[in-house]
């Protein structure tokens, strides 16, 4: 039986955002996914996430069902402030950010505001590209090429070319949903990965960090670890050894093991 209770709007910094919410008991959970992942297909980390917290997947802007055009700004401090006004239209109390990759690096320049409620972050294999900074992986044009085939119409099978590893079932959602990323929305935000230097935002971050960092992944080394651990001493590390990027599709045991006990309880 599934936990999601229901998706809903909310009009937040002035735009209408898209979330799902799941489980509804517990501490609340704002999980912010990344780049190209429309909130449904978090659908079943947000099941198991739900067994122990209230949980809502955001649609970021240009992406889902949340607001979207070229009349918008995609920035990483607007979309930021997105998910502080979202949360506060919301009225969550002593919540919790998980953000993943795109969304972890959200997921800093929100709690460097230090808002108010906010208890402890989580941020998922975040990108630690910016000026004069190694590159990130992953290159634009895969992420470009996989929008315009799914805008045209893409099935499960041509899916596999993009994600090879996946389930059918994943890259049946990612097919079906794919569309709904506004591609100047992707852009900016690929962009903003090698123009927006997140590394400046991590001392001001005071709430307990957890940093899960996949092994295979290739987006963060033991030297930006280092680094990272080097401006904010409190961040804590774990690692998903066998997993790449995309942590929780390459390894979804090893991605809830990865939390511990950092959010107050075993995730099993």
């Not at 079943?44 to 240009?62: H, N, P, Q, T, W």
């Not at 929008?147 to 959602?173: D, F, H």
């Amino acid at each position: 039986m599934s936990r999601m209770l229901y998706g809903a709007n909310v009009v937040a910094n002035a735009v209408r955002l898209h979330y799902l919410r799941y489980g509804g008991k517990g501490a609340p959970l704002v999980l912010i996914p990344g780049i190209t992942s429309p909130a449904i297909t978090w659908g079943f980390v947000s099941e198991k996430l739900a067994e122990y917290f209230d949980v809502y997947v955001l649609d970021v802007r240009g992406r889902g069902l949340s607001s979207s055009g070229d009349h918008l700004k995609y920035d990483t401090e607007t979309c930021a402030q997105d998910i502080l006004a979202f949360v506060q239209q919301l009225d969550l109390q002593d919540y919790f950010l998980v953000g993943h990759s795109m969304g972890a690096r959200f997921a800093i320049r929100c709690a460097a505001t230090k808002p108010q409620g906010l208890k402890k972050i989580v941020l998922i294999d975040p990108p630690v590209s910016g000026p004069n900074r190694r590159a990130y992986p992953s290159q634009l044009p895969w992420y470009v090429d996989s929008i315009k085939q799914s805008i045209v119409g893409m099935n499960a099978e041509e899916m596999k070319q993009y994600c090879p590893t996946w389930t059918l079932e994943q890259r049946q959602l990612r097919a079906e949903w794919l569309h709904t990323c506004y591609l100047p929305a992707i852009v900016k935000a690929f962009n903003d990965f090698h123009e927006v230097d997140i590394h400046q935002y991590i001392p001001e971050v005071s709430v307990p960090t957890l940093l899960m960092v996949a092994g295979k992944g290739g987006v963060i080394l033991e030297e930006d670890i280092q680094e990272i651990q080097s401006l904010n001493p409190q961040i804590f590390v774990s690692r998903v050894a066998q997993a790449g990027h995309m942590i929780p599709w390459d390894d979804e045991q090893g991605f809830y093991q990865g939390f511990g006990t950092f959010l107050g309880q075993q995730i099993v």
